[in-house]
């Protein structure tokens, strides 16, 4: 079962409305335009239902086939990133520093392109609920949406993600049961030592040579206090210390990422950083402070759904071309929210050789969305063909 005849026929249209959301990119909450162009498709489309303001900005569209049935959704992200792009492409973005860096343009394309189709043919039982979510870059739009009452409100009985991948095989897929994407948190510690003349080290105590060994000593959590059968990353990835030359800073401030793919590890990596931190610049005379957000938790497969999802993407691409098998990522994924509140599957999407997520090169590969369409409706069809 390929790539269906109907939805290549205006694979165009989504490709232009792809484009446009491309050119107008939106941030977290405020994606009021996006909002607006997708509830006002849905309606054009014959949706039985449009819902707005679902999580603040989200968009909620509902489709009844033929019979009762299974009420099962499909999810999309519509925010952008704060990234200057640097595609060259004709239909760059028009507002400065926005970008669609991460494929959320084409997630959304490709479930207006399903939500059409479903409408139009009603071959199914059951119901189809179309989600569109505001602030999946570091807003839990996710989370504000299921908090919203959506799934109850919706009767949301299972739910299914799907995101873009770089470097995967154009119009391939790629899912696995269980932990498939990693819990994402963030950490600050702040150090505070005694600051002075840069030629005089003696007399202060300098925090940016107790920083640099926190650096270094954090690595150790992984290699040292993890399983090594487990995955965990940490990662500073900014140090601010002063603005002179000639000057040692009284203080210095550190951000970081944690990742994890289950509690325990999440618990241990939480625990450690602060303790490694905070004797450190005891040792050397200094006063760490420590904070630790978690952000997203684990994204979680279900496995009667991720067998379910994998099934679907063979039909349309063939079993060569799935991998019910793949790495985890350690990237974060606020579907994850969701699927802790209804079982479902999350399955990544080849992109080809196109530029890395979160890049300014970053460009969403218009040839695969008829395979991604296809996919959601096929799911939608057979799903719901029996509760």
């Not at 491309?22 to 994606?31: I, K, M």
């Not at 989200?58 to 299974?70: E, S």
């Not at 609920?129 to 504000?144: N, T």
């Not at 080809?352 to 395979?371: K, Q, R, V």
């Amino acid at each position: 079962m390929p790539v269906i005849n109907r939805v290549a026929e205006f694979h165009p249209e989504i490709v232009a409305w792809r484009r446009d959301l491309h050119q107008n990119p939106e941030l977290l909450y405020d994606v009021h335009r996006t909002a607006d162009k997708v509830a006002n498709l849905l309606r054009s489309f014959g949706v039985d239902e449009v819902v707005t303001g679902i999580g603040r900005t989200g968009v909620v569209g509902v489709i009844k086939g033929r019979a009762p049935g299974k009420t099962v959704g499909l999810r999309a992200d519509m925010d952008a990133l704060p990234i200057v792009e640097r595609t060259g492409k004709p239909y760059a973005s028009l507002v400065s520093g926005k970008m669609h860096a991460c494929g959320h343009d084409g997630h959304t394309a490709m479930l207006l392109g399903a939500a059409r189709y479903l409408a139009e043919t009603r071959s199914f039982d059951g119901t189809a609920v179309v989600i569109f979510q505001p602030a999946e870059e570091g807003g839990a739009g996710g989370r504000a949406m299921v908090d919203d009452g959506m799934m109850d409100r919706f009767g949301i009985e299972e739910v299914y993600g799907m995101h873009n991948m770089p470097g995967l095989a154009a119009a391939t897929f790629s899912i696995r049961e269980g932990a498939l994407m990693a819990a994402s948190d963030k950490f600050t510690i702040d150090i505070e030592g005694a600051g002075g003349h840069a030629a005089m080290p003696h007399n202060t105590i300098d925090p940016v040579a107790i920083a640099a060994h926190v650096v270094t000593a954090l690595q150790s959590i992984v290699s040292r206090n993890v399983n090594p059968a487990r995955a965990a990353v940490v990662s500073v990835t900014s140090i601010h210390a002063g603005d002179a030359f000639n000057v040692i800073p009284r203080t210095v401030k550190m951000l970081g990422t944690a990742r994890s793919l289950d509690e325990p590890v999440r618990d241990l990596l939480e625990a450690r950083i602060g303790q490694v931190a905070q004797g450190i610049a005891a040792s050397f005379g200094a006063r760490a402070t420590y904070v630790y957000d978690r952000g997203y938790p684990t994204t979680v497969n279900a496995r009667r759904e991720t067998a379910y999802a994998a099934s679907i993407a063979r039909e349309i691409v063939g079993d060569d071309r799935v991998n019910d098998n793949a790495d985890p990522s350690m990237g974060g994924e606020d579907f994850s929210f969701m699927l802790n509140a209804r079982p479902g599957a999350f399955i990544f999407l080849g992109n080809g050789s196109s530029g890395e997520l979160h890049a300014d090169d970053y460009d969403f590969n218009d040839d695969i969305i008829p395979t991604g369409v296809s996919y959601w409706v096929r799911l939608v069809e057979q799903a719901t063909a029996a509760k």
